[in-house]
Nanobody, 114 residues
Framework: VQLQASGGGLVQAGGSLRLSCTVS????????MGWYRQAPGKQREMVAR???????NYADSVKGRFTISRDDAKNTIDLEMNNLNAADTAVYFC?????????WGEGTLVTVSS
């Protein structure tokens, strides 16, 4: 399984970005896809997750600002990020959990300038 993320960049506070992740390989029907992030000097944290079937959950810090979606036909996971602030600056990683395994993509850097 491979995950390839894209869409990071530099944005001003209050702006928006959309991250996308394409998943390839052996993908099970039952899985959880998500986005995590790691800011400098901090541990990696969950940002948003979506299970097959569409149920989602979000970190409190991004509720109402970020929206996760998945397209199972295209095997993609998107993260729409609005009203970004400096605290959102981090490397963002897409993730696939299936069976007992975690698969990670290479991170994409999001930098929010204040």
């Amino acid at each position: 399984v491979q995950l390839q993320a894209s869409g990071g960049g530099l944005v001003q506070a209050g702006g928006s970005l959309r991250l996308s992740c394409t998943v390839s390989g052996s993908i099970y029907r039952i899985n959880v896809m998500g986005w995590y992030r790691q800011a400098p000097g901090k541990q990696r944290e969950m940002v948003a997750r979506i299970i097959a079937g569409g149920a989602t959950n979000y970190a409190d810090s991004v509720k109402g600002r970020f929206t996760i979606s998945r397209d199972d036909a295209k095997n993609t996971i998107d993260l729409e990020m609005n009203n970004l602030n400096a605290a959102d600056t981090a490397v963002y990683f897409c993730n696939l959990k299936q069976s007992r395994y975690d698969f990670w993509g290479e991170g994409t850097l999001v930098t929010v300038s204040s």
